[in-house]
DNA sequence: AACCGCGCCTGTTCGC
DNA sequence: TGCGAACAGGCGCGGT
C-alpha cells in the first residue's frame, strides 16, 4: 500500500537518517524487482553524501553530490529499515561512515529503485505525465472539475489515476470520497463544480491527518524506525465493511458501510451518506 | 480516447 | 487441524 503520507513519513525519517552523511558502503543482493535495480547502483552511492530528499507523488528522491539521485518506490510491501539487522527480502543495504545502517526490505517485489541524474529527475519515464501534488496550489476544485469533464470513469478511479492527481491510493480515495459525501460509483464528469471543491478539500484533509499520525500501518508495513503510524485508527470506511458510519443513526436507516470492487480494488463506503 | 481487466509477486487470512 | 484458495494492490500493458 504505501501511500502519499506513508511516502511522506518514511522520507522524512531517511532525511533525518541519511542527509548530511557520506555512503561508506552498499550492498546490491538482488536486483529483479519491478523495475530491475541498476547494477551500477553501489557504485554510484559508495563515497557519495546524500544532500536531501524529496517526495513526488508515492516516489521519493535521494540526492547525492555527485550529480545522481536515487529514485524510490516502495510498490505495495517496501520499506526502509533503520540501523536494524539484515532483514529477509533486504535488496539494498545502504552503510553511512558514521555506522548508520539503511536497508531497503520489499517481499512482493512491486518497488523499484532506479538512477536519474539530479536535473533530469522529472523528465524520469515514472515522474514524467504524472499529475500534481494534491498538497499542492494547483490541486483544487477547479482542476478535478478540468479532469472530469466528460469522463464517465467512476470517480474514485479518476482519484487513483496518478496522472490526474499523484500519490493518492486506494485507502485515501476511499477515505476522501467519505468525507466529502460522494459515491466512489459516481461518474467524474457527472460531480458539480462545488461538489469537486469539496472533495478536493477532504482529499486535502484527510492526507494532512494521515501525515500528522505518521501514516497509516498495515500488517507488512511499518515506518523506518520500526514504529507503527496510528492513521489506521482514524479510517471511517476502510476495513470497516458492515460497521455503521459514523454519520448514520444505525439500522433501519443506514445497514452499514459496504465493500465493493472496482477495476479489480476494494472500495468501501456508506450508500446511504454518498451520494 | 477512454476504460476495464489482467499479470506481476509473496505473506497472510479465510474457508472447507 | 491442515491445506489450498483467495486476498492484498501499485503499476503498465493489452484488448475492447
Redesign the pocket.
Known amino acids: ?3 502519499l503520507p506513508e511516502v511522506e513519513t518514511v522520507m522524512r525519517g531517511l532525511d533525518g537518517h541519511l542527509t548530511g552523511r557520506r555512503i561508506a558502503r552498499a550492498i546490491l543482493r538482488r536486483a ?1 524487482i ?1 523495475w530491475p535495480i541498476p547494477l551500477t547502483l553501489p557504485r554510484v552511492l559508495t563515497g557519495a553524501t546524500v544532500l536531501g530528499f524529496r517526495r513526488r ?3 521519493m528522491l535521494m540526492r547525492l553530490d555527485n550529480g545522481w539521485s536515487v529514485l524510490i ?1 516502495l ?3 517496501g520499506r526502509m529499515l533503520l540501523d536494524k539487522p539484515e532483514a ?2 533486504e535488496h539494498l543495504t545502504i552503510e553511512t561512515e558514521d555506522g548508520g545502517r539503511v536497508g531497503f526490505v520489499d ?4 518497488g523499484a529503485l532506479d538512477l536519474v541524474r539530479t536535473v533530469d529527475e522529472d523528465n524520469h ?2 515522474l514524467a505525465g504524472m499529475g500534481p501534488e494534491p498538497l499542492g496550489n494547483e490541486f483544487s476544485g477547479a482542476y478535478l472539475a478540468a479532469v472530469c469533464k ?5 470517480i474514485k ?2 482519484l ?1 489515476d ?1 496522472r490526474v492527481v499523484a500519490g493518492i ?3 485515501y ?1 476511499s477515505e476522501a470520497l467519505f468525507r466529502s459525501g460522494i459515491s466512489p460509483t459516481r ?3 457527472k460531480i458539480s463544480l462545488p461538489r469537486l471543491e469539496t472533495l478536493a478539500a477532504a482529499v486535502r484533509a484527510t492526507l494532512i491527518e494521515a501525515i500528522a499520525a505518521g501514516g497509516s500501518s498495515l ?2 508495513y511499518v515506518q523506518p524506525s520500526g514504529e507503527l503510524g496510528y492513521f489506521q485508527h482514524a479510517w471511517k470506511v ?1 476495513g470497516r465493511t458492515g460497521e455503521p458510519c459514523e454519520r448514520c443513526p444505525g439500522p433501519p436507516e443506514c445497514n452499514g458501510i459496504r ?1 465493493i ?6 472500495t468501501f463506503y456508506c450508500p446511504k451518506t454518498q451520494r
Not at 107 to 110: H, V, W
Not at 150 to 154: D, I, K, V
Not at 261 to 266: D, E, F, H, I, K
Open positions: 500500500m504505501p501511500e529483479d519491478r507523488g508515492k516516489f518506490h510498490g505495495m510491501s529477509a527480502h517481499p512482493r517485489r512491486f519515464k515514472l466528460g469522463r464517465s470513469a467512476p478511479a479518476v487513483l496518478q491510493g486506494n485507502i480515495a461518474a467524474a464528469g500488517r507488512d476502510y465493500q470492487t472496482q477495476s479489480g480494488r476494494s
